[in-house]
Nanobody, 120 residues
Framework: VQLQASGGGTVQTGGSLRLSCAVSGRTFSGYAIVWFRQAPGKEREFVGGIRWSEGSTYYANSLKGRFTISRDSAKNTVFLQMNSLKPEDTAVYLC??????????????WGQGTLVTVSS
């Protein structure tokens, strides 16, 4: 499974951005596609995910309401819509394949990351 994240860039505070994560390779049969982010000097932070079989979504509590995850099943692409962006949202955003809580390693496939910069 290969993942390719794209769509990052620079946006002003209050703006919006949509990231994409294209899933390719063999048919993905894992639990979910998830998004993480990592700001400079900080630990990687979970953003949210979409369960692959049913399409339901879940988010980090701190990001609910501003971030929305969706997918285009026909194109095997997952989207992260980010609204009302703040400077503290500045980070490299990465998508990953979540193979489920019983898998080890659980997150075995990662995209390369895309940089989001929110200017004040």
């Amino acid at each position: 499974v290969q993942l390719q994240a794209s769509g990052g860039g620079t946006v002003q505070t209050g703006g919006s951005l949509r990231l994409s994560c294209a899933v390719s390779g063999r048919t993905f049969s894992g639990y979910a596609i998830v998004w993480f982010r990592q700001a400079p000097g900080k630990e990687r932070e979970f953003v949210g995910g979409i369960r692959w079989s049913e399409g339901s979504t879940y988010y980090a509590n701190s990001l609910k309401g501003r971030f929305t995850i969706s997918r285009d099943s026909a194109k095997n692409t997952v989207f992260l819509q980010m609204n009302s962006l703040k400077p503290e949202d500045t980070a490299v955003y990465l998508c990953a394949a979540d193979l489920g809580p019983r898998a080890s390693p659980r997150f075995n496939y990662w995209g390369q990351g895309t940089l989001v910069t929110v200017s004040s």
